[in-house]
C-alpha cells in the first residue's frame, strides 16, 4: 500500500504562486508515474499533469506554461511537486496527488482511473 500525503495547499492572490508537494511513503513509486489531478466545487475531477515512467511530462492545456511537475528522490522516500505560477481563480480547487503502478503512453496519463493510489488533497484558493 503506497500512502500519499499533500501539502502546500493555500489562499493566494491572482497572479501568485503556490508550490504543492506530494510525499510518497514508498520510494519505488518513482518507478511509475506520478500525477495531480484537481476538483473545483460542483465540477468532476479534471487532470492537471503527470511526470511518466521516462520521466516525460503532460499538462492540461490550461496550465501549460504556468505549472510545473517535478520530482525529487532519496534514500527513503520520493516526493513530486507542482509548482504554480500566474495562479488565476480558475485554478481554485482541491487538488490531489496520485500514482500509478503500471506504465503508460500519452493521454493515459490523462484519465484518473488509470491511477491507483491517490493522496486526501489540499486546497488551493486563488482570490480576484
Known amino acids: 500500500q503506497v500512502h500519499l500525503v499533500e501539502s502546500g495547499g493555500g489562499l493566494v492572490q491572482a497572479g501568485g504562486s503556490l508550490r504543492l508537494s506530494c510525499a510518497a511513503s514508498?520510494?519505488?513509486?518513482?518507478?511509475?508515474?506520478m500525477g495531480w489531478f484537481r476538483q473545483a466545487p460542483g465540477k468532476e475531477r479534471e487532470f492537471v499533469t503527470a511526470?511518466?515512467?521516462?520521466?516525460?511530462?503532460?499538462?492540461t492545456d490550461s496550465v501549460k506554461g504556468r505549472f510545473t511537475i517535478s520530482i525529487s528522490r532519496d534514500r527513503a522516500k520520493t516526493t513530486v511537486y507542482l509548482q504554480m505560477n500566474s495562479l488565476k481563480p480558475e485554478d481554485t480547487a482541491v487538488y490531489y496527488c496520485?500514482?500509478?503502478?503500471?506504465?503508460?503512453?500519452?493521454?493515459?496519463?490523462?484519465?484518473?482511473?488509470?491511477?491507483?493510489?491517490w493522496g486526501q488533497g489540499t486546497q488551493v484558493t486563488v482570490s480576484s
Open positions: 514508498e520510494r519505488t513509486v518513482s518507478q511509475y508515474a
Open positions: 511526470i511518466g515512467c521516462t520521466h516525460n511530462t503532460y499538462y
Open positions: 496520485a500514482s500509478t503502478v503500471l506504465c503508460y503512453t500519452g493521454a493515459l496519463y490523462y484519465r484518473s482511473d488509470n491511477y491507483h493510489y
